[in-house]
């Protein structure tokens, strides 16, 4: 059974920063496409970024480009998300999630692998 934990989130002022980890519990993650999505109260689950298997591509929401930066760490198992330059339209529940063959996606349904979810707040 795959397993995936995401951690790093926490409380952060208007402009911080904060990398996310989301570690998975693979032998061949290099066989993983990987994705953050994240969640606000009283809204849908959104993409924020994906990565190729092979890190050779990358995606962003236009919310986040130029402010976040997803990369990853195959003999690690893991899959960061480094958040700079926060705003308060930020805060929000972030998943981890990893599809096996699959391609860099913002399709929530195209994952069948998902974290816990790390809740970040950005104070104004």
């Known amino acids: 059974e795959v397993q995936l934990q995401a951690s790093g989130g926490g409380l952060v002022q208007v402009g911080g920063s904060l990398r996310l980890s989301c570690a998975a519990s693979i032998f061949t993650f290099n066989d993983y496409a990987g994705a953050w999505f994240r969640q606000a109260p009283g809204k849908e689950r959104e993409g924020v970024s994906c990565?190729?298997?092979?890190?050779?591509?990358?995606s962003y929401a236009d919310s986040v480009k130029g402010r976040f930066t997803i990369s990853r760490d195959n003999a690690k198992n893991t899959i960061y998300l480094q958040m700079n330059s926060l705003k308060p339209e930020d805060t929000a529940v972030y998943y981890c999630?990893?599809?096996?063959?699959?391609?860099?996606?913002?399709?929530?349904?195209?994952?069948?692998?998902w974290g816990q979810g790390t809740l970040v707040t950005v104070s104004s």
């Open positions: 999630a990893a599809a096996k063959w699959g391609n860099c996606s913002s399709d929530y349904a195209s994952y069948r692998y």
């Open positions: 990565i190729s298997r092979s890190a050779g591509r990358t």
